[in-house]
């Protein structure tokens, strides 16, 4: 099974779901979207696959969406879109493709869901949160 991720190397949540993704044995294809940016039809792809509008998928936080002033409800979502192509750190993270599926992996325990299999335990997240106990076993 071939995983890609669309990773920001600087944010804990990516970086968990990486680990997680790794821990699992595959090796994934990563994709550092703060340095390749994104074209329209992928984002439209990966946001139509996962369920996501470029609203749902917009970072709020830490990114300078409030600045640009996409955080009034009354812009349009090729406004966000648009906005996303220009700077790409606007695109929350992670977003996980698999063969079982696309998704937004936030949080980080949302990729355990598209993986053939889970990791061994014990795991948990960077900040100590149990994720697999030492059975194996999902925690939660």
């Known amino acids: 099974m071939t995983v890609v991720i669309h990773h920001n190397p600087d944010c ?3 970086r968990n779901v990486l680990a997680i993704i790794k821990a699992s044995g595959e090796t994934p ?7 390749t940016g994104w074209t329209r039809p992928q984002l439209l ?10 609203r749902t998928a917009l970072r709020t936080t830490k990114s300078p969406a409030e600045e640009l002033g ?3 409800p009354s812009v349009s979502n090729d ?3 648009e906005a996303m192509l220009e700077y790409p750190v606007l695109v929350n993270r992670p977003i996980v493709c698999t063969r079982k599926g696309i998704r937004l ?3 980080s325990e949302a990729v355990l869901d598209l ?3 889970l990791p061994p335990g014990p795991m948990t997240k960077e900040d100590g949160t149990p994720l697999i106990d030492a059975n194996g076993n999902r925690v939660g």
Request: hydrophobic share 55%.
């Open 115 to 117: 993986l053939d299999r």
């Open 105 to 107: 992996c936030r949080p």
């Open 70 to 72: 996409l955080l009034d």
């Open 45 to 54: 792809a990966l946001f139509a696959a996962a369920g996501l509008t470029p």
């Open 12 to 14: 804990g949540t990516s």
């Open 29 to 35: 294809v990563v994709i550092n979207y703060l340095e």
């Open 79 to 81: 406004v966000i879109l």
